[in-house]
């Protein structure tokens, strides 16, 4: 029987990084789609500059 529960907590432990993933992967793409490309650019540059990146 703890054999048993052990599969089942470990197959819930599992599931739960993937549901977050594909919840936050169609967020992304939503959020992209929906922004302008300007917006996105910008993003992207001040992201390059936080990061130390060069860009220019």
């Known amino acids: 029987m703890k054999t ?3 599969a089942v907590t470990a197959k819930r432990t599992s599931v739960l990084p993937a ?3 594909l919840v936050l992967g169609v967020l992304i793409v939503t959020m ?3 922004l302008q ?3 996105l ?3 992207a540059h001040d992201m390059r ?3 130390g990146f060069p860009c220019h």
């Open 41 to 43: 650019h910008s993003a």
């Open 19 to 21: 549901i977050f993933a």
């Open 49 to 51: 500059h936080a990061n």
């Open 4 to 6: 048993e529960a052990r």
């Open 37 to 39: 490309a300007e917006t």
């Open 32 to 34: 992209s789609g929906h």
